[in-house]
């Protein structure tokens, strides 16, 4: 079981004003709908900690793709492509 996944903002889908905003983000390929309501900071290129659908905060890009493949390595990651996480 894993409690967040990182993964690269690639585009704003919708926005209703600063704060609340959705977002498109990659987990290695795999994109997903993301609420960005809780990291309104975020930029594209930026990578966040998704959980539930949400991104709950910003992680730099070294530290992301560490945690990603470590994931990846525990199998944590396997049911990414058919997981809803939005």
Known sequence: MCLSI???L???????DETF???KVS?????????????PEAK???YVMV??????SIVDEIE?????DILKQLGELEDLNTLDIN
């Open 6 to 8: 990182p993964g690269k």
């Open 10 to 16: 690639i585009k704003i889908t919708a926005q209703l």
């Open 21 to 23: 905003r959705i977002g």
């Open 27 to 39: 987990f290695d390929g795999v994109i997903k709908d993301v609420n960005l309501t809780l990291v």
């Open 44 to 46: 594209i290129n930026d």
């Open 51 to 56: 959980h539930v659908g949400a991104a709950i």
């Open 64 to 68: 992301a793709k560490k945690t990603f």
